[in-house]
Nanobody, 120 residues
Framework: QVQLAESGGGLVQDGGSLRLSCATS????????MGWFRQAPGKEREFVAA???????DYSGSVKGRFTISRDNAKNTVYLQMNSLKPEDTAIYYC??????????????WGQGTQVTVSS
């Protein structure tokens, strides 16, 4: 059983910041790449960011320079620091674990999601 527990979502104003957290087991954290996807109403689920075990990270073009993904080995937790938030960032954000990459199929495990709303 792989569990991914997201937290940190909420309501912020345009230009604000928010940090999402995703807690996992040591087993999951050590075996898999971790990442974040998001889905806005009426839109397709899209890749946000990913972090592999050995320090490699990847970001979608829409968030690069504003978001930072990081892994805390002591806490078996992956974070998504989101700065300079825009209304178009409003979505449900999902923590994922898997082989890593930019496509949904590369992640076998998904969290329940946490809502991020950015008001204009």
């Amino acid at each position: 059983q792989v569990q991914l527990a997201e937290s940190g979502g909420g309501l912020v104003q345009d230009g604000g910041s928010l940090r999402l957290s995703c807690a996992t087991s040591e087993r999951t954290f050590s075996r898999y790449a971790m990442g974040w996807f998001r889905q806005a109403p009426g839109k397709e689920r899209e890749f946000v960011a990913a972090a592999w075990r050995y320090g490699v990270t990847d970001y979608s073009g829409s968030v690069k320079g504003r978001f930072t993904i990081s892994r805390d080995n002591a806490k078996n937790t992956v974070y998504l620091q989101m700065n300079s938030l825009k209304p178009e960032d409003t979505a449900i954000y999902y923590c994922v674990a898997g082989s890593g990459g930019r496509t949904q199929g590369q992640y076998a495990y998904w969290g329940q999601g946490t809502q991020v709303t950015v008001s204009s």
